[in-house]
């Protein structure tokens, strides 16, 4: 099964699965391994303090075709406006699904 969890483990990259608003145990985790960067896919709004903490930022894998796609509802809109399948990859920042 390829998912991001396995494909890390089979690579012994350290994997963590945390809940977003989870400030201390994510703060916690990436000063003890010295993370400099996170990625996501479909998470909530993060708070600016999380997003602060990753010195390289955190990339957002987003299931949709940004902006026409979006926000939570992205296979809503695919299908809605008729739009081919997409992944868009970008760094987050303070806006949604607007990052670089």
Do not use: M, Q
């Not at 993060?46 to 955190?58: A, M, S, T």
């Not at 997409?86 to 699904?97: G, P, R, S």
């Amino acid at each position: 099964l390829y998912t991001a969890k396995n494909l890390c483990l089979k690579k012994k990259i350290k994997y963590f699965e945390l809940r977003h608003k989870n400030y201390a145990k994510i703060k916690l985790i990436v000063k003890k391994y010295k993370i400099n960067i996170g990625i996501i896919s479909g998470a909530r709004i993060l708070d600016k303090k999380i997003i602060k903490l990753f010195k390289y930022g955190i990339i957002n894998l987003h299931p949709g075709k940004i902006p026409e796609t979006s926000g939570l509802d992205s296979f809503f809109w695919t299908i809605k406006k008729n739009i081919y399948p997409y992944v868009t990859a970008h760094f987050i920042d303070k806006y949604v699904d607007k990052g670089k």
